[in-house]
T-cell receptor, first 112, second 114 residues
């Protein structure tokens, strides 16, 4: 089955800095890569996704990149704000089952 | 309006008891899910239902029995609770099975078995 590795497990930045979270996946059949943000005491919320026919996608301060050859994908957050503090999960899904396999999460802490 | 709501938010119970968690979605989605998040935050699918029919059961013990009376509800009943069942359980929904990666999650039920 699919295996998704996510790094780092904890990321601490100053407000205004950029943050980058990296994931790798094992199943070359995976073609959909969502990113979720989980705030304390809440459920995960989809914040951005990318499909395998696209190399990069941007939405305001967040962007995702995908390298299919290397099986890497990354989340980039620019101009971080304290409200960006949360646990971020990457995931990978194939067209077969569609159920995403999640990475183990990155706890992002943005210091004011 | 809450899109995916689950009750209760917290559940503390003794080993061996039977408990249920309820979930409702008002998004008109056809597909609903139960996920388990362990103490290290790892999220894993347990079940998926599409229009009241079970379509995914990820090797979950028989003590866990989901029930979907209609496509807007997916409840989870757990028999003979064990210490290892302590976790946060999330209900989620998506328009179809093919959109599982775009699911809307509930706020979670923190189950503590003592």
């Amino acid at each position: 089955g699919e295996n998704v590795e996510q790094h780092p497990s904890t990321l601490s930045v100053q407000e205004g800095d950029s943050a980058v979270i990296k994931c790798t996946y094992s199943d070359s059949a995976s073609n959909y890569f969502p990113w979720y943000k989980q705030e304390l005491g809440k459920g995960p919320q989809l914040i951005i996704d990318i499909r395998s026919n696209v190399g990069e996608k941007k939405d305001q301060r967040i962007a995702v990149t995908l390298n299919k050859t290397a099986k890497h994908f990354s989340l980039h957050i620019t101009e971080t704000q304290p409200e960006d503090s949360a646990v971020y999960f990457c995931a990978a899904a194939t067209g077969g089952s569609y159920i995403p396999t999640f990475g183990r999460g990155t706890s992002l802490i943005v210091h004011p | 309006d809450t899109a995916v709501s689950q009750t209760p938010k917290y559940l503390v119970t003794q080993m061996g008891n039977d408990k249920s968690i309820k979930c409702e979605q008002n998004l008109g989605h056809d597909t609903m899910y139960w996920y388990k998040q362990d103490s290290k935050k790892f999220l894993k699918i347990m079940f998926s239902y599409n229009n009241k029919e079970l379509i995914i059961n990820e090797t979950v013990p028989n003590r866990f029995s989901p029930k979907s009376p209609d496509k807007a509800h997916l409840n989870l009943h757990i028999n003979s609770l064990e210490l290892g069942d302590s976790a946060v359980y999330f209900c989620a929904s998506s328009p179809s099975p093919g959109t599982a990666g775009e699911a809307f999650f509930g706020q979670g039920t923190r189950l503590t078995v003592v």
